[in-house]
């Protein structure tokens, strides 16, 4: 993830439910998303301290502060830092502001500084083997790609069933890192502790991979996918017999896709995978993300409207005309207003840069009516009940209408990232401790292991 070196900001994210019932808690945290960096704050009776514990230990010179009606104001003048929240509940929500940065943000409760805790993740020495996995082809549109991952066995040799993992939107490492989360490394792990191998992948263009990334959308990288899985076919370690293709999110998408054009796919595990629309995903998750974050019901009604007509532009539609679609459904409101559903200054600058992309054109338009209906082997489908970004109830019925023979599961608690959670919204991810419910790979595992 890029950050922008700040004095100080954070990242939005959760934690474990304990903390939450800890309404006396004297420490707050926040984090940013547009730096990826946490801001902490220390109340006391008389004092307020305000750190960026993801740069220094040290406090930022507070300059002034108050706390009146639930109100949390504080001021670092020497870096031209502004921080306006109100108590809600046991957090504070508001934002901060530095030189031409602002953001929401909410505050949790915690019980200490924070540090970034990833008890899950596996440590040297490994209870598993390992081996590099690498291939080289080229993509139909031409371009030379190379691909590297790790299969991961357990000890002793011998041949295993075996599940190639495809991570989920964005590029990412082979762990599918996010906030020090490896969870593609913590699923290895644990799948290899059941007998179970797993190759997880650079996605192209990310540390050991290679590839054009001009034009690149779901289509092309599900080439990717099949071509790993070609790659791992016949290697000493994989029982042919019993080898699969899964995948997070985007990744869910990918799988069922290889699966169709590839005989030779045996099982798909579908984790957070869509069964509705990319048109119908996007507006799901909007409405979650924003619901999640505690936005009014007329307000959200209007981000809502405006995305609607937004994600129906034209192709090539002009800046003009994303901006004259967000002035309309804009009219009237506050700034802060217009803060708070994400359509103020440069909003629809953005949204022209997301929409002019290859890969949003083809997710808008991507429906798994194409290939989810045509998947001929066994399929698992997880999803969290408190998923914002791929709804879990929406996405299991249709999964479910679509391909009748799916094994389709709701897990409670659970968010996007298959992490017990509070909310389910983005801003909780970064502090949850857990990386990857174990109740969830288990439920992998059982499914694999009974085929």
Not at 99 to 116: Q, V
Not at 216 to 234: G, Q, V
Not at 347 to 366: E, G, H, I, N, P
Request: contains cysteine.
């Amino acid at each position: 993830m890029k950050k922008i070196v700040l004095i100080c900001a954070g990242l939005i994210f959760n934690f474990q439910l304990s903390i939450f019932n800890s309404a006396s808690a004297q420490w707050y945290t926040g984090m940013s998303q547009k730096t990826g960096l946490a801001l902490c704050i220390h109340l006391a009776d008389s004092s307020c301290e305000l750190y960026s514990p993801m740069q220094t230990t040290d406090p930022i010179p507070v300059s002034s502060w108050s706390l009146r009606n639930d109100t949390l104001r504080i001021e670092c003048s020497s870096i031209g830092l502004k921080v306006n929240v109100v108590r809600h509940d046991s957090t504070f929500v508001g934002y901060w502001k530095q030189s031409i940065l602002k953001e929401n943000i909410t505050f949790y409760p915690t019980d200490t500084l924070f540090t970034l805790r990833r008890p899950q993740t596996p440590q040297l020495p490994y209870r598993f083997d390992e081996e590099t996995i690498a291939t080289d082809y080229t993509d139909s549109q031409g371009n030379k790609v190379h691909l590297e991952g790790t299969l991961t066995y357990p000890k002793g040799g011998g041949r295993y069933p075996t599940i190639v993992i495809v991570s989920g939107s964005g590029q990412q490492n082979r762990d599918e890192e996010i906030f020090q989360h490896k969870p593609f490394l913590v699923l290895a792990d644990y799948l290899a502790s059941r007998g179970i191998a797993v190759l997880r992948y650079d996605d192209r263009g990310v540390d050991a991979s290679t590839g054009s990334l001009d034009n690149a959308d779901t289509r092309l990288f599900a080439e990717d996918a099949e071509a790993m899985f070609r790659a791992i076919r016949k290697n000493k370690h994989v029982d042919a017999k019993r080898l699969g293709i899964g995948g997070h999110s985007e990744g869910g998408a990918i799988a069922p896709m290889v699966a169709v054009r590839n005989n030779d796919v045996k099982y798909v595990v579908m984790l957070a995978g869509q069964g509705c629309s990319g048109l119908d995903v996007m507006l799901q998750q909007n409405e979650a993300i924003y619901r999640a974050a505690g936005l009014s019901d007329s307000l959200l009604a209007i981000r809502m409207a405006c995305m609607r007509e937004l994600f129906a532009m034209p192709t090539g539609s002009s800046l003009k005309d994303y901006k004259a679609v967000v002035a309309r459904h804009s009219e009237g409101l506050a700034k802060e207003q217009l803060d708070s559903i994400g359509l103020g200054r440069g909003a629809a600058y953005s949204m022209k840069q997301q929409m002019d992309s290859r890969w949003m054109q083809t997710f808008l338009t991507l429906d798994p009516a194409e290939y989810l209906p045509m998947v001929k082997c066994p399929v698992l489908a997880l999803n969290g009940d408190k998923d914002c970004q791929v709804l879990a109830e929406p996405n299991q019925k249709r999964i479910k209408q679509l391909c009748p023979k799916a094994d389709c599961r709701t897990l409670p608690d659970l968010n996007h990232l298959f992490q017990h959670s509070t909310t389910g919204a983005p801003d909780e991810y970064i502090l949850i401790e857990e990386t990857f419910s174990t109740e969830a790979m288990k439920a992998v595992a059982d499914w694999i292991l009974s085929l």
